[in-house]
């Protein structure tokens, strides 16, 4: 009986899951924001049922209580966290929040199949991190002044990755993580977050050649220390959103075409350098010619994604603990073998729905400073997103970095939460900039109290070719 309820299920998720991205899409095409509210909707019924189901099949194979325990928390959390951001901010994105619950559901289930201690460590992370994160909607509406810590967005940055190189752990091959007291946690994750508000504040400032070129300079010393801590993916993801921001800001082309020969010139510079990355490559062109050895993990994702087909083996029934890491770098291959790559396709549409609704905010966002954030950390995000499943897909040589809220990881799970907050705070902005008619140079800001404030954060005397992008757009 229980392997009949398991088969019906992989076709019961495969289902809810077209449904979910269906609704994921439809809400952009929405005319009315009623409708938009009924897909949202909807989309929380689909991902409960999901969710529901997934556990009941892992109880089904385990008969264990604290199962059902760990599952009613999920459940109160799923059903507490977006209607409890609802209530605090009335404009906030409901699709957004909607797709970080369906991500986590989905680590959630794959990572209590994989090891239940593992996450129950993983749903205690999600609570600080939903935590911590609740505050950053309201201080990107309110505080004023965080268009002008320029300078503090550096420190910060440069402080934690000289931090990282100096006394990092090793991880195969990078240092990535710092320990303390039994507990580690990447720097990294929370750099790229102060990196692309600091390349917004100091494009905002000024968009002249000199600070162009300063601000690319200390860009290129975030990369820099990033490389040395051979930490390749992250700095290709920093690379990537430099470019996408100063593109944004200036609408010249010729900084995508050097940026393009200074990405290609920089990997055949690693390529020589590191005997990791030279390893990764070999694994990638040619995995079956070293299977028991380099090509190993990507050798066994590469069967996990093939033996899953079209609706996957069902929970439970493959055998995705053979990847190395599996829970971290790999965790995607495991939701292909189980529950197929319909499954997989629809979670890649999912992250390319949160990057469309990033970008529309991004266009949207009157003043520029919001919208090279937009850009930066959007383009952070589905960069990050491609690393991952590309790596694990043998489309690109793996890298090393994780799934936004679906892999293991404290520091990641944390820091998505970060991003995907301060574009809520963007959202209300937008939203409150939409209803109203602007009130002066500054529109989407609540106007601050005390005048002086404002002028110290946003100078009078603008630079020439500040006020004419600004008559472009």
Not at 42 to 47: A, D, M, N, P, S
Not at 137 to 148: E, H, K, S, T
Not at 156 to 180: D, R, T
Request: aromatic letters at 14%; one cysteine or more; a negative charge.
């Amino acid at each position: 009986m229980i392997t009949v309820y398991v088969e019906i299920s992989k076709y019961l998720i495969v289902l809810l899951m077209a449904m979910y991205t269906f609704c994921n899409f439809r809400y952009f095409t929405a005319a009315e924001a009623e409708a938009k509210e009924d897909y949202c909707a909807w989309q929380q019924r689909i991902l409960l049922l999901l969710h529901f189901i997934a556990f009941s099949v892992l109880y089904f194979q385990l008969w264990d209580l604290q199962l059902l325990v760990f599952y009613g928390a999920q459940l109160l959390f799923f059903l507490i966290y977006p209607r409890l951001m609802g209530l605090i901010y009335r404009k906030v994105s409901r699709l957004l929040l909607n797709n970080i619950c369906m991500f986590l559901a989905l680590g959630m289930v794959m990572l209590t199949r994989l090891d239940m201690d593992m996450a129950m460590r993983q749903f205690l992370l999600v609570l600080l991190g939903a935590a911590l994160s609740a505050l950053v909607p309201l201080i990107m509406d309110r505080v004023l002044a965080i268009v002008g810590w320029r300078w503090l967005y550096m420190i910060l940055g440069l402080g934690l990755l000289m931090l990282v190189l100096a006394a990092g752990s090793v991880s195969y091959g990078a240092k990535m993580a710092i320990e303390l007291g039994g507990f580690s946690f990447q720097p990294s994750e929370f750099v790229k977050l102060s990196f692309v508000f600091f390349t917004a504040s100091m494009l905002y400032h000024s968009l002249d050649f000199k600070n162009i070129c300063l601000t690319s300079g200390i860009a290129a010393l975030h990369v820099l220390l990033l490389v040395a801590c051979r930490d390749l993916g992250t700095a290709l993801m920093f690379f990537a959103a430099y470019v996408a921001m100063l593109y944004a800001a200036t609408g010249r082309a010729a900084y995508v075409l050097a940026g393009g020969g200074m990405f290609a010139g920089a990997g055949a510079v690693a390529y020589q350098l590191f005997s990791h990355v030279r390893t990764r490559v070999a694994a990638w062109r040619d995995p079956w010619s070293d299977i028991t050895n380099t090509g190993y993990q990507i050798a066994h994702s590469l069967f996990a994604i093939g033996t899953g087909g079209l609706v996957g083996m069902g929970l439970g029934q493959g055998m995705p603990n053979r990847i190395p890491i599996v829970e971290k770098d790999f965790i995607f291959s495991a939701i292909s073998e189980e529950m197929g790559a319909i499954t997989a396709i629809c979670l890649i549409l999912i992250c390319l729905g949160c990057f469309l609704q990033m970008m529309l905010t991004a266009y949207y966002m009157d003043m520029l400073f919001y919208r090279l954030v937009a850009v930066g950390l959007g383009v952070t995000y589905i960069f990050q997103v491609f690393l991952t499943i590309g790596g694990v897909t043998k489309f690109i040589p793996s890298t090393g970095v994780t799934l936004p809220f679906v892999a293991y990881g404290g520091s990641s799970v944390i820091s998505s939460f970060l991003l995907f907050m301060v574009f809520e705070g963007m959202h209300i902005i937008m939203m409150k900039d939409a209803e109203a008619e602007p009130a002066g140079p500054y529109t989407g800001r609540t106007e601050p109290e005390d005048a002086a404030d404002l002028e110290e954060v946003y100078p009078e005397e603008e630079d020439p070719e500040q006020e004419e992008w600004n008559d472009e757009d």
